[in-house]
């Protein structure tokens, strides 16, 4: 089928092939490097899933190393270990993704293994069986944690009944359910050439790696993008007890634009909110009250949806003062900013952007995502010169924008009588 190869103007590193069937190949040199990290993007995730199927993406990743037409479990297990190299996979909301790291003279056999498993996954009824077991336990221990019923809790009272409400994991209902049938045509459906990125990060070759991607890829299916529909931004207050908990815990956020928007103000305004021990959430809330251990802020930015996203565990009698002081917090930051502290909002993003440089799987998520949303990959440059644009008026605006989409508040574990009360001196949704 044949490729074309591209090195990208503006990031050199960052070499992309596409091949025929619409797969594309970014390699990215970093010869400092003795390893190589290769990774499988698909573009889908929970956010693909119906209500009935909801859960499935990450079943199939659990169940794509469980032996394919030509090898067993074991010898995936073995193919790969006595290389040396580590083998991992995960799912969110809008992707899966596999990996394996080992010696780089090994990237090509890498590539292979994992096209096997990508394309050519039989999904055994014995093993399904036996790893159904497996999930069920993640999810008991995923229900058990009130942190991660919070979060849940969140995502659920922001968009509802779309997809990017529900949780990865799934219910359990579904995972008790799911058949070897619907796997099946899940990856027939979801897995085909328009929505794979193929990544590879090391001392290695691009065109020997666009030729090992060819012929490991080659003959996918083309098909046709993976489209979802953005969700509408709901917002409320919701609260689930969890007995034997003994603090409360709390995520409460806004909504914040996409990635395909200018959310580069978001990114700040998050930084300078609540990362480090400096920022004003904690040394408000921790060094100055002590009404939490912990508390942090981020912005979680997808192709179809922004959330700022603030997170705390405290006591449950520290709830009021809690939640008029993020409150208050949040008003003072849409009114003024702190010239000083926007100078370490944007210090830190740049020591965490060189953290990630330094990461290869990270870098080639990265790389992944953009070129899934943005059909090329962003320089490092590119990345901090949007940041150094933002003047402190955009910080302002992010906040007051999002104080006027009103906020989403979950909360999880022990549950003081009157929460929901405290929480509404935060700004409200108007009712549609």
């Not at 002590?290 to 700022?308: K, M, N, P, R």
């Amino acid at each position: 089928m044949g490729w074309d190869i591209q090195e990208t103007a503006r990031d050199a590193d960052a070499i992309v092939a596409r091949l025929g069937n619409g797969v594309r190949v970014v390699t990215l040199r970093l010869p400092y490097l003795d390893s190589v990290s290769v990774s499988v993007f698909v573009r889908t995730g929970s956010r693909n899933e119906s209500r009935r199927l909801n859960g499935i993406s990450h079943f199939v990743e659990h169940m794509a190393f469980k032996g394919t037409h030509e090898r067993s479990c074991q010898q995936i297990n073995l193919d790969a270990e006595r290389l040396g190299a580590e083998v991992n996979a995960h799912t969110d909301k809008d992707h899966t993704a596999f990996h394996m790291h080992g010696m780089a003279r090994d990237a090509g056999r890498f590539l292979r293994m994992l096209g096997d498993v990508v394309q050519n996954s039989t999904f055994p009824e014995a093993e399904l069986e036996r790893e159904r077991e497996v999930i069920l336990q993640e999810y008991a221990e995923d229900e058990d944690d009130p942190l991660s019923s919070a979060y849940k809790l969140f995502d659920k009272t922001c968009f509802g009944a779309h997809a990017m409400g529900r949780p990865v994991i799934g219910t359990r209902a579904n995972i008790e359910r799911f058949t070897r049938v619907e796997l099946l045509a899940y990856v027939q459906r979801q897995y085909s050439g328009e929505n794979v990125v193929i990544g590879v990060a090391g001392n290695v070759d691009p065109h020997a790696v666009a030729k090992d991607a060819e012929a490991a890829f080659g003959r996918m299916v083309q098909g046709i993008e993976n489209v979802v529909q953005a969700p509408p931004y709901l917002g409320g207050i919701a609260m689930r007890r969890q007995p034997g908990c003994s603090q409360t815990h709390v995520v409460l956020g806004f909504p914040t634009p996409t990635l395909r928007d200018d959310y580069h103000a978001s990114v700040v305004a998050a930084a300078l909110f609540g990362e480090g021990m400096s920022s004003p959430l904690l040394d408000e809330l921790r060094e100055r009250r002590g009404l939490v251990y912990y508390a942090a802020c981020s912005a979680d930015v997808s192709d179809l949806c922004g959330q700022f996203v603030i997170e705390a565990s405290t006591a449950p009698e520290n709830v009021a003062e809690f939640s008029v002081e993020v409150a208050r917090l949040l008003d003072t930051h849409a009114e003024s900013t702190d010239p000083v502290g926007l100078a370490r909002a944007r210090n830190q993003i740049a020591v965490r952007r060189l953290r990630d440089a330094e990461r290869p799987y990270r870098r080639l998520e990265q790389a992944a995502q953009d070129l899934f949303v943005h059909g090329r990959v962003r320089s490092q440059a590119e990345l901090a010169a949007h940041v150094d644009a933002v003047t402190p008026a955009r910080v302002r605006e992010a906040f007051a924008r999002m104080l006027a989409a009103g906020a989403t508040v979950a909360v999880a574990g022990k549950v003081p009588k009157g929460a929901d009360e405290a929480f509404r001196v935060l700004p409200a949704r108007e009712p549609a």
